[in-house]
């Protein structure tokens, strides 16, 4: 499916070590973002997943929720409830938060333009509880940095009932482009996810790795940006509907995210 940034509409056993994370000046992690404020929700419609502006939560086509604050199932005993469903066949919903730099919902606009210049590293940590989880086409977790007029985005995309594959994005080409990772997450049951990514030294996206409950999948692929004026560090999550849109539920809690 269609990835979005929406700048201007507010639009092995275990986790892999990295070197410099204790270390770095500019080491920050948020935790529990799933239960803070700054989240923003939008329909994509196929065949184009265009932003829909006429269609409401509670619409037809496409409809979704979001309910922070539940207790069961809980890891942390204050998850988040996203739920999507509708009539327009592989309908998204994406779920957006700016957290340094422009709209940061965090209190850290950086409008010195002195900080987001200065991170490369970044880790998305989450646990997500799925419930009929093979009417999902697929799951995504995005990190995206925009600065320097370029703009990163590290699109990840685990296939359900597309095909229980992980997908990365192709900045340029604008396509998502399947790695060979397998991804089969529990239904009725949490599940653990770590996403590792860098913006390398000489200016590339680097997707470094997957961990999913417990097994790691080394990737090390390299990839091109693009240009942006815009400034700042997000992230999203999105549920893609299949062909007939049957509803489904996933609850994300201990959603934490880390840079350096």
């Known amino acids: ?145 925009f600065t320097g007029g370029q703009s990163f985005i590290w699109g990840h995309e685990c296939r359900i009932a597309g095909g229980h594959e992980w997908d990365i994005y192709s900045n340029v080409y604008h396509k998502w482009v399947p790695t060979g990772v397998s991804c089969w997450p529990k239904n009725n049951a949490w599940n653990h996810l770590i996403i590792q990514v860098q913006r390398t030294s000489g200016g590339k996206l680097l997707y470094q790795s997957i961990t999913l409950n417990g097994k790691t999948a080394t990737l090390n692929i390299s990839k091109s940006p693009t240009s942006s004026s815009w400034h700042g560090v997000t992230i999203n999550y999105q549920q893609d509907g ?4 049957n509803n489904y539920s996933i609850w994300l809690d201990k959603l934490n995210f880390s840079y350096w």
Not at 14 to 21: H, S
Not at 93 to 106: C, D, E, K, P, T
Not at 242 to 245: D, E, L
């Open 1 to 145: 499916m269609k990835l979005y940034f929406l700048p201007f509409l507010l639009i092995a056993a275990l986790a892999p070590t990295v070197v410099g994370q204790s270390t770095s000046p500019y080491y920050k992690k948020f935790w529990n973002l799933q239960s803070q404020k700054g989240w923003s929700g939008y329909a994509l419609l196929s065949p184009s997943w265009g932003i829909c502006t006429s269609c409401s939560p509670t619409g037809s086509n496409v409809n979704w929720s979001r309910v922070p604050g539940i207790t069961s199932p809980s890891v942390s005993g204050s998850s988040t409830h996203h739920a999507i469903g509708g009539t327009h066949p592989y309908a998204d919903i994406l779920w957006n938060n700016h957290l340094v730099g422009n709209f940061s919902s965090q209190g850290l606009p950086d409008l010195s333009n002195t900080l987001v210049p200065k991170l490369h590293n970044f880790v998305y940590d989450v646990y997500f509880y799925a419930k009929n989880i093979s009417y999902s086409q697929a799951l995504e977790f995005d990190i995206n940095q």
């Open 242 to 245: 299949n062909s007939s849109m």
